[in-house]
């Protein structure tokens, strides 16, 4: 009798076929997953360039509303001053530049306009009383320097006490003391406190001015210190009213 031979069990071998799908989900899944991760990349990405042009936005139009409320408004009824007057512009330049104020050139201009035209006096811009002398004992050139010294001073003043352009304009007639009153009522300019103020000083005197801006305001009169009408007289003569900056 011939010995059979015992056959090993068969094993079950998976075809190629029924693996392959299986390979295939899974790289499927990580090509998900890694574009998920592209995608959520990528939002974030927009996201914060978004947030950054905001930004950048916010910046520039902030940086424009400050600059349009630096920047003045233009007059467009200024008054040209007389050539008497710009015939002292170089002379204007030169000290404005020597204390700091060639940004107010223009209201410099203005200043002697008012104070004598250019003309009448060897103190063209009436700055003898600020310097602690009499009144009209300054020379030209001199009288130049010295009012844009003066200026410059009230300029300073002013920034120091977050005070505004036209109270600097109005404290180069009345004094620095304007300056400081003006602070102490708001900050800012009116003409009732320049009214206010001559009142006080003068002690309620008055006196004749028959300026055609007194005359149609009150029938042709102020107080009898300094002018009360100082800073509408000098903006007529000015292109740009500015503020302080």
């Not at 006096?121 to 003066?150: K, N, R, W, Y």
Request: hydrophobic share 35%; proline share 2%; charged share 25%.
């Amino acid at each position: 009798m011939g010995t059979s031979k015992k056959r090993k069990p068969a094993t079950y071998k998976r075809s190629a076929r029924y693996t392959r799908p299986q390979n295939r989900r899974k790289v499927t899944h990580k090509k998900q997953v890694s574009r998920k991760k592209k995608l959520k990349q990528h939002s974030r990405t927009i996201a914060l360039l978004f947030v950054i042009i905001v930004i950048v936005l916010a910046i520039v139009i902030s940086a424009s509303v400050s600059h349009k409320k630096k920047m003045a408004m233009l007059n467009e009824d200024a008054i040209e001053v007389s050539q008497s007057v710009k015939a002292y512009e170089e002379l204007v330049d030169q000290y404005a530049v020597k204390y700091g104020v060639e940004d107010y050139r223009e209201y410099l201009l203005a200043i002697m306009e008012v104070e004598s035209g250019g003309y009448g006096s060897s103190d063209l811009m009436q700055s003898s009383e600020s310097a602690g002398l009499p009144m009209d004992t300054l020379s030209e050139e001199a009288s130049v320097e010295q009012g844009c010294a003066h200026f410059a001073e009230c300029l300073e003043e002013a920034r120091a006490q977050e005070c505004d352009l036209k109270t600097v304009i109005q404290a180069y007639n009345y004094g620095k003391g304007f300056i400081s009153y003006v602070a102490e009522n708001g900050g800012e300019y009116t003409f009732e406190l320049a009214e206010s103020f001559a009142k006080e000083q003068s002690g309620g005197a008055t006196k004749e001015f028959n300026a055609e801006i007194a005359i149609e305001t009150n029938g042709g009169w102020r107080y009898a210190y300094g002018n009360m009408f100082y800073v509408p007289l000098v903006e007529q003569y000015v292109t740009i009213i500015r503020e302080l900056e």
